[in-house]
């Protein structure tokens, strides 16, 4: 028994209680459970590298998240039920044995953390891994046989509201159902291709008759018509269509490394703590900063797993391969070579493997051997340079509409980047503010900044940013979890913009969205529009080097990082963003307002509270008739047979997301599919070209664009959704309104 407790990391008094809690049949299964686990994995303690990451891991959450857990028996009830929900959220793997084997660890979860032994995470790999073994086989002879769409059955397809199943034959069943219900989806969709083909050439023939007084022109294609299929081949056609899919779903899990596993686990431990809590792979951190800095160092090509191979998908416009012409989209990576190293042959890796060796320094070398679309092979050197990601930056057009008001500033801000990285690197604020200018430069009546779907990122250029727009004072209050909150201020008193200025969001502007929007609305300085709230982060995080944390053991690094909530930040009027977001001053109906998204949603968040305001205030501009812009808003909002539809349609849409159930009949599934889809035919053509909608480049960023046919079709395609923009043509009405109250 002491074997036993030292193998599991377990303290002694906890296991006796443990034992205690269970009698007869139950005590006898639970038990030998524990000792079947502690049977099979013959070194029980975790390698050297992990136990070190898990103290380091730990030990930081301690000493620096805002409100650190106690890791006791409460917190391994949250942990354990978070993984295993997370491992196998689908119900596909495990069955309810399995889970009753791994509950014997519900309780011991903070003993494995604290004695850095990873019996539990062990047990749930292996019972996942035969979980993908054996249902490899279910799938594969599932597909081999015709389903029968005649029974009159339906699927649970919500894994929340099923229950694990029983035992592997129930657990079959379960993926039979799945199956079915995918193969009865695309069954359905290459029948509806074949019905539309075929009605297509019979248009097509009626049309080649022409007649001219006695004589007959008949007019024959020289493409050999496409066969028509049975029903039955229909079916076999989707079943293979599933099985390729399958196929190709399996041999991404059997990729999974323990690194990548062992990563979950211990971001199940961290988000109890709060959902922004988590930890970083070293590769994981590199594509942070890639995403916060949208800069690399590399070749500039975006690439995908493609069965055994990894696949070109684009090049980015500017980058050492568009320099270079050779690599093109579609072309295979076979074998990568180093300048003055051998090649290696990548068939069959994991694409992050392959990037690995693509990706480095600028100036060296890389040579990389493809398969071209017509199948030849070619050696292709590149040099690394640095590569800019272009569509993550601020940019702005001039805006207007006809009979409204024209030669406004339109500004698109996708995120708050900024390299940490690299001295001089990019910045949010920097490149906002060198906008600003460029639409001054125009003369615009007013500015409107869109942070739709701006998740956030860089605090510091936040606050530089708001200072663009006041002359000075408060900007966030930041509190860390003990001693006062520390004001972020503005401390220049030059005001870049004086003129009109309205803020977009939506439900998904987070965190620095929300400071700048809650800052501007708070110095009644900007008018700010969107859905009914924004997300609700009202949390800051840091990321903490675990390689310096940890002194010495050089040969286990790099560790990885630890990125933690430190602080929580309030406005300056004193509430927080956290859980409520911004609410609007206009608010306008959009396609989520039915439904629950945000922060509230997410596991685990932080509640909301509130502490002391700070003095404020802003003379550029007095927004003392904003009762009357919102009214008139809502006037117009209410005959605008645009936003009647976009309401309706987040009914429908809300109603959509709650339904779990479907039939796996023929007939039933294809009627809920007609009448889904003529549901959602009366909202296509609710966003369309809106008239007089101008949206043009200026003139500067046009020589840019024009040069790159990349650049200058990504703008084309954007400029085209921005006329479609039923959004931005009300700030427009609004801001219409705001320049005649001036």
Request: with cysteine; net charge negative; glycine share 6%.
């Amino acid at each position: 028994m002491y074997k036993l407790i030292d193998v599991l990391g377990i303290k002694k008094n906890k296991l006796i209680q443990f034992i205690m809690k269970f009698k007869g049949q139950i005590f006898l299964s639970a038990v030998l459970a524990v000792l079947l686990l502690a049977t099979y994995y013959p070194h029980y303690d975790a390698s050297e590298k992990e136990a070190v990451l898990i103290q380091a891991l730990t030990n930081g959450l301690d000493q620096l998240h805002y409100k650190p857990a106690t890791i006791d028996d409460e917190f391994s009830k949250k942990a354990f039920h978070l993984y295993l929900d997370r491992i196998d959220s689908g119900k596909r793997w495990l069955t309810q044995k399995d889970v009753d084997q791994l509950d014997a660890f519900e309780l011991f979860v903070d003993d494995q953390i604290k004695s850095a032994h990873f019996d539990f995470f062990d047990s749930s790999v292996e019972y996942i891994e035969k979980g993908i073994d054996k249902t490899e086989s279910f799938y594969k002879e599932i597909l081999s046989k015709p389903f029968d769409f005649s029974k009159d059955t339906e699927i649970e397809i919500d894994g929340d509201k099923k229950p694990f199943a029983k035992n592997d034959a129930e657990l079959k069943d379960y993926w039979r159902k799945s199956l079915k219900y995918a193969v009865l989806s695309e069954y359905i969709s290459k029948v509806e291709a074949q019905e539309k083909r075929l009605k297509k050439e019979n248009e097509g023939k009626e049309m080649v008759n022409v007649t001219e007084g006695e004589d007959v022109v008949e007019e024959k294609e020289d493409k050999e018509e496409e066969p028509i299929k049975t029903m039955v081949e229909l079916e076999e056609d989707a079943r293979a269509a599933v099985l390729k899919r399958y196929d190709k779903w399996y041999t991404r899990l059997r990729k999974e490394r323990r690194t990548d596993r062992l990563t979950s686990y211990f971001n199940a431990l961290t988000n109890i703590f709060d959902p922004h809590t988590s930890y970083f792979a070293p590769r994981d951190k590199e594509q942070f900063d890639i995403s916060m800095s949208g800069t690399l160092e590399g070749i500039g090509a975006r690439l995908q797993t493609d069965g055994d191979y990894t696949k070109i998908t684009n090049i980015i416009p500017g980058g050492p391969a568009w320099k270079q012409k050779d690599l093109e989209p579609d072309d295979l990576i076979q074998k990568v070579t180093q300048e003055g190293g051998e090649a290696e042959d990548i068939t069959g890796w994991r694409i992050d493997d392959v990037v690995s060796k693509i990706r480095g320094k600028k100036g060296t070398k890389v040579i990389l051997t493809v398969k071209k679309v017509d199948g030849s092979i070619q050696d292709i050197e590149i040099t690394r340079d640095i590569v800019i990601i272009d569509e993550s930056y601020a940019k702005s057009v001039i805006i207007g509409k006809e009979g409204v008001i024209n030669n406004v500033g339109y500004l698109r801000l996708p995120k708050f980047y900024a390299d940490f990285n690299r001295q001089g690197g990019k910045s949010c604020a920097t490149d906002v503010a060198k906008e600003v200018e460029k639409l001054k430069k125009q003369g615009v009546k007013g500015i409107i900044i869109d942070l739709r779907n701006n998740g956030g990122g860089s605090l510091r250029d936040v606050v530089r940013m708001s200072g663009l727009f006041i002359e000075k004072g408060p900007i966030v209050q930041v509190k860390p979890r003990e001693g006062a909150a520390e004001i972020l201020s503005d401390f220049d008193e030059k005001v870049q913009y004086k003129d009109p200025l309205i803020i977009m969001v939506n439900q998904y502007s987070a965190s620095a969205s929300e400071i700048l929007a809650a800052a501007l609305q708070d110095y009644g300085r900007a008018v700010i529009v969107g859905g009914k709230s924004t997300y609700g982060k009202g949390t800051v995080q840091r990321f903490l080097n675990l390689d310096r944390a940890i002194r010495g053991n050089e040969q286990l690094k790099p560790l990885g990082q630890l990125k933690l909530t430190i602080q929580k930040f309030y406005r300056v009027n004193g509430g927080s963003t956290q859980l409520r977001g911004v609410t609007p001053d206009i608010i306008l109906p959009d396609n989520l307002m039915y439904l629950k998204v945000g922060e509230q949603d997410n596991d685990f968040p932080l509640p909301w509270t509130e502490i002391d305001p700070v003095e404020y205030s802003q003379n550029v501009t007095n927004l003392s008739n904003l009762n009357d812009l919102v009214l008139a808003s809502k006037d117009r909002v209410s005959k605008s047979k645009v936003f009647s539809e976009i309401e309706a349609n987040a009914k429908r849409v809300k109603q959509r997301k709650d339904r779990s159930v479907y039939p796996l009949n023929y007939e039933k599934y294809k009627t809920l599919l007609d009448n889904l889809e003529k549901e959602g035919d009366k909202y296509d053509d609710v966003f369309v070209e809106i008239e007089g909608l101008s949206i043009e480049n200026m003139e500067e960023d046009l020589a840019k664009i024009e040069i790159d046919e990349g650049k200058k079709a990504r703008n084309d395609e954007w400029l085209k959704s921005l006329r479609k923009d039923v959004y931005i043509d009300e700030c427009l009405n609004i801001m219409k309104d705001m320049t005649l109250s001036n």
